[in-house]
């Protein structure tokens, strides 16, 4: 025999008050199949839940967009970095830059392969590494005097503004995860109020058509929102026999 769920999603709780509201809105008062205080913390609950819901996932979208945009810069960053190391070490085969040049960058003078740019954080790291690993390379004075040559195509200055631009929307990212957290938190707070006014709802419209037959039952409590999940193996219910 199927038997009755409570739903264990958000949009699951949703929709049995959804269902209860609108039964009850096209149903007369004297025939709701619950209570005139189980209706009207509907009237309050529904409504509230209802935006909250919303408001999720309006900041959800603007989370996924930050996501999105952060990621792209992500890219970017990862591209320049590399490219800088990739650029110095072909200097380093012409003889431009000396191989103990690399220690500014807290690279091994002989490492000639790039250093791991993997996550975000090993991105962020070589990126700062090498803009002040070249201030300290070329300081000003001797790019005055010529005494050093200075990285192009890129560099540590184009390197410095791609950093700055992915930092700023990580910040944004974060800021919007945060204001999501906040609505996901305040959608989770109302769940128990919600679940117990699922089971009230259950309890009344099972109890409110208990002279019925079990399938026929199932069949007028799903109308009012509850939910009844079959076991495995098991027949539909029937349709709903209606005797004049």
Not at 17 to 32: G, I, N, R, Y
Not at 148 to 173: D, H
Not at 210 to 239: C, H
């Amino acid at each position: 025999m199927p038997y009755r769920e409570i739903p264990k999603s958000t949009i699951g709780r949703y929709n049995v008050l959804e269902k209860t509201s609108e039964k009850s809105s096209s149903t007369p008062d004297d025939q709701w199949a619950i209570s005139t205080e189980t209706q009207t913390r509907l009237t309050a609950l529904y409504p509230a839940f209802r935006q909250e819901i919303g408001e999720r996932q309006e900041q959800f979208a603007k989370q996924a967009e930050a996501t999105e945009v952060e990621n792209a810069q992500q890219v970017v960053l990862h591209r320049i970095v590399s490219h800088f190391f990739q650029v110095f070490n072909l200097g380093v085969e012409r003889g431009v830059f000396a191989p103990a040049d690399r220690l500014y960058y807290g690279l091994n003078a002989s490492q000639s392969d790039l250093p791991r740019l993997v996550t975000e954080q090993e991105i962020v790291t070589w990126a700062r590494n090498l803009i002040e690993g070249e201030a300290k390379r070329v300081p000003p004075r001797d790019v005055e005097t010529g005494d050093a040559v200075s990285m192009s195509n890129p560099s540590a200055a184009e390197v410095e503004i791609e950093l700055n631009k992915y930092v700023e929307l990580s910040n944004a990212q974060s800021a919007e995860k945060q204001a999501f957290d906040a609505e996901n938190k305040d959608v989770l707070d109302m769940l128990p109020e919600i679940d117990e006014l699922i089971r009230d709802i259950y309890d009344e419209v099972e109890f409110y058509y208990r002279k019925e037959t079990p399938a026929n039952r199932r069949k007028l409590a799903r109308e009012w929102g509850v939910v009844y999940v079959s076991r495995s193996g098991e027949e539909p219910d029937e349709e709903v026999v209606v005797e004049d």
